[in-house]
């Protein structure tokens, strides 16, 4: 072996090793100046790459460092069926990540091919790419953009809030570039560091006071809500006997009637039964209302093609009123491939792959975000309003309302029981930035665990933690008027991108341009010297 090819394994081990950290950033360590630091080691790493291929190399194992230890709760989803061997899900994790990695690798990558030698050019066009990339991510065959890197703004709450005016892509971009500052402050242009940071700080000043719960804008709600979550194992959901003992563990946690109207919300895949034929087990729900309670719970539907007659089968969430009847549903539109559904089935299916959801047929997508109505709840003057996303559906930045209909608030039922230890944490993180994002409450209601009610800033209002039986009795945050990002969707991210890569182009145009500086002998030995 060649000392370049040692060097090149060394220098991919280090940056692997950096990737790792920085997964320490997201939740559930949420240890976010680690991923800050890794990340500028990343930016440095990529900026003085000789080639791109070892930029490319350095963002590739950096990315897959990050995603194999932050997404090591798929390998668990595995052991909750019996089809395949549960070796698989490492197998998966793995394979995933070997994919997932190529987005920021090709963000180092275009990075040093527009701005290398240039470290503050580098800073804004990495930021710029990185961004486009989580966006690509967030899109391409089906997309999968679970935990940006906007998101470790979490623990920095004042910053956070900008997800308001440029979305969680834009705070990715944001992060990156407070990272390559950092590692190109730290070498040698510290003047400049010092003056960019100074002036992104100012520009978030703004947001520490809404980051602080002090806008009180928006009115008090008067709905009440009740958020059921029973603390069920997803090996506990579908034997008989199971069925049954769950169906009393949700009576009894849904409580009794009271005099002031009640909006229960249990999670997804509540109910086994399937609600549209059985006019027994609506009455049976209906039982545990009162005259003007509303039940929000997930099931699943079955709906007769019209053409052939066969059933079509969709993850779907049901709103039922006192009486029994179904005032609407919502089908879940963005699957979860391999959870809900086996891509490639007759290609895949021979060689012993199956979907991890109990089941032989697949889930069929519904038509996308909607706003149904509450009868009953809110003023008289502004009725109350729902958006429905099931699980992951969260997840994706500015898909998760109908722009055309604003709700009130997102119900997001959710089934983490087969997410691992990180999974849940890592999911309730994503759901509180679309909660600032669009200026809406967010409400999680889960198996096992985290159930939570988000206020529109995206903070905890209440929650019910893993492994634990409870409900959170409380009334609803009103929502904020719509915010920047609400109106603008994704254009607003692209926005701040295009001005990130527009001012890393002029000052690499600059760089290009500007004579190389004359420098006497010693001047040149203390340069090689750096």
């Known amino acids: 072996m060649t000392a370049s090819r040692r060097r090149a394994i060394r220098q991919g081990f280090f940056v692997f090793v950096a990737?790792?950290?920085?997964?320490?950033?997201?939740?559930?360590?949420?240890?976010?100046?680690?991923?800050?630091?890794?990340?500028?080691?990343?930016?440095?790493?990529?900026?003085?790459?000789?080639?791109?291929?070892?930029?490319?190399?350095?963002?590739?194992?950096?990315?897959?460092?990050?995603?194999l230890v932050a997404l090591n709760w798929i390998a668990t989803a595995f052991t909750y069926q019996q089809k395949m061997p549960a070796s698989l899900g490492w197998l998966a994790v793995i394979l995933l990540s070997a994919y997932l990695a190529s987005f920021p690798a090709l963000s180092a990558a275009s990075a040093w091919g527009i701005a290398r030698e240039k470290p503050l050019a580098f800073a804004f066009v990495f930021s710029a790419a990185w961004m486009l990339f989580e966006w690509l991510r967030a899109v391409l065959f089906t997309g999968f953009p679970w935990n940006p890197m906007g998101v470790v703004w979490l623990g920095v709450p004042w910053v956070a809030q900008g997800a308001r005016w440029v979305g969680t892509y834009g705070l990715s971009a944001v992060a990156v570039l407070v990272a390559s500052l950092i590692a190109f402050g730290v070498r040698a242009h510290w003047r400049a560091t010092a003056v960019l940071s100074l002036g992104l700080a100012l520009l978030?000043?703004?947001?520490?006071?809404?980051?602080?719960?002090?806008?009180?804008?928006?009115?008090?709600?008067?709905?009440?809500?009740?958020?059921?979550?029973?603390?069920?194992?997803?090996?506990?959901?579908?034997?008989?006997?199971?069925?049954?003992?769950?169906?009393?563990?949700?009576?009894?946690?849904?409580?009794?009637?009271?005099?002031?109207?009640?909006?229960?919300?249990?999670?997804?895949?509540?109910?086994?039964?399937?609600?549209?034929?059985?006019?027994?087990?609506?009455?049976?729900?209906?039982?545990?209302?009162?005259?003007?309670?509303?039940?929000?719970l997930g099931g699943e539907s079955a709906i007769p093609d019209s053409k052939s007659g066969e059933l079509i089968y969709h993850n779907s969430v049901f709103a039922l009123d006192s009486r029994g009847a179904l005032l609407w549903r919502y089908d879940k539109a963005h699957l979860v491939p391999f959870?809900?559904?086996?891509?490639?089935?007759?290609?895949?299916?021979?060689?012993?792959?199956?979907?991890?959801?109990?089941?032989?047929?697949?889930?069929?997508?519904?038509?996308?975000?909607?706003?149904?109505p509450l009868a009953g709840f809110g003023l008289a003057s502004r009725p109350a309003s729902v958006g429905v996303q099931i699980c992951y559906e969260i997840i994706f930045s500015g898909r998760v309302i109908d722009e055309k209909h604003r709700p009130s608030f997102l119900f997001n039922p959710s089934n983490d029981a087969w997410f691992g230890a990180w999974g849940p944490p890592q999911h309730l993180a994503q759901a509180r930035?679309?909660?600032?994002?669009?200026?809406?409450?967010?409400?999680?209601?889960?198996?096992?665990?985290?159930?939570?009610?988000?206020?529109?800033?995206?903070?905890?209002?209440?929650?019910?933690?893993?492994?634990?039986?409870?409900?959170?009795?409380?009334?609803?945050?009103?929502?904020?008027?719509?915010t920047a990002f609400s109106t603008l969707g994704l254009w607003a991210s692209a926005l701040l991108g295009l001005t990130f890569g527009t001012t890393g182009l002029v000052a690499a145009a600059i760089g290009r341009r500007r004579p190389p500086p004359r420098h006497e002998p010693a001047d040149r030995q203390r340069l090689a010297a750096i």
């Open 19 to 67: 990737g790792a950290v920085s997964a320490v950033g997201f939740a559930p360590l949420d240890l976010w100046p680690l991923a800050f630091l890794a990340l500028a080691l990343l930016a440095d790493r990529a900026a003085r790459a000789a080639t791109w291929r070892s930029a490319l190399a350095a963002g590739w194992w950096f990315g897959f460092g990050q995603f």
């Open 204 to 296: 978030f000043v703004p947001f520490a006071r809404t980051a602080s719960g002090r806008d009180a804008r928006a009115p008090k709600s008067t709905i009440l809500v009740r958020v059921v979550q029973p603390d069920i194992a997803q090996d506990e959901k579908y034997g008989p006997a199971e069925a049954e003992r769950n169906e009393r563990l949700y009576a009894k946690l849904s409580g009794t009637p009271t005099s002031t109207p009640r909006l229960l919300l249990w999670p997804e895949a509540a109910t086994l039964r399937f609600l549209e034929w059985e006019p027994s087990a609506r009455a049976k729900l209906a039982s545990l209302l009162g005259p003007r309670d509303l039940l929000l």
């Open 339 to 372: 959870g809900e559904y086996l891509p490639l089935r007759r290609f895949l299916e021979p060689l012993g792959l199956a979907r991890l959801v109990p089941g032989d047929g697949d889930f069929t997508p519904g038509s996308g975000a909607r706003t149904f």
């Open 433 to 482: 930035l679309r909660a600032i994002e669009e200026g809406l409450p967010v409400i999680r209601a889960t198996p096992n665990g985290i159930s939570a009610l988000i206020d529109p800033r995206g903070h905890l209002v209440a929650t019910v933690p893993r492994h634990h039986a409870g409900v959170i009795d409380a009334y609803l945050p009103a929502p904020l008027p719509p």
